[in-house]
């Protein structure tokens, strides 16, 4: 596998209150390399059985992740179930949440 083939987008929420006090939500994202990892058959259904459903598992650089919870993969915007971290990378778990699927 080359190292960092594959791309994500990160995003981090900001919120804003207009001047009758509205707030709103909106989502700035930023390109990151990343490297895309299978996820194997016994720790799927592993994760089944915890309730989890997980999408994909990608690992970053550490220094480009900020701790973000969302991430926009392969078209999808995904929370991050889990962190795993080392000195050099994190990789994240990625799963696909109640009211997180884009319409369109």
């Known amino acids: 596998m ?3 083939a594959g791309t994500c987008q ?8 207009d001047k ?20 194997s058959a016994a720790a ?4 089944s059985a915890a309730g ?3 999408q994909a598992v990608i690992e970053l650089r550490a220094c480009a992740y900020r701790g973000e919870t969302l991430v926009k993969f392969n078209g999808a ?7 795993e971290r080392s000195p050099d990378n994190v990789r ?12 369109g």
Request: hydrophobic share 40%; with cysteine.
């Open 77 to 83: 915007l995904l929370a991050v179930e889990r962190a």
């Open 44 to 47: 799927y259904y592993a994760a």
């Open 92 to 103: 994240l778990t990625l799963v696909e949440r109640v009211g997180d699927r884009e319409q």
């Open 20 to 39: 009758r006090g509205v707030v709103s939500t909106s989502l700035a994202f930023r390109d990151v390399p990343c490297n895309v990892y299978s996820i």
């Open 10 to 17: 990160l995003a981090t929420e900001t919120q804003t209150r």
């Open 52 to 54: 989890i459903k997980p």
């Open 2 to 4: 080359s190292m960092w």
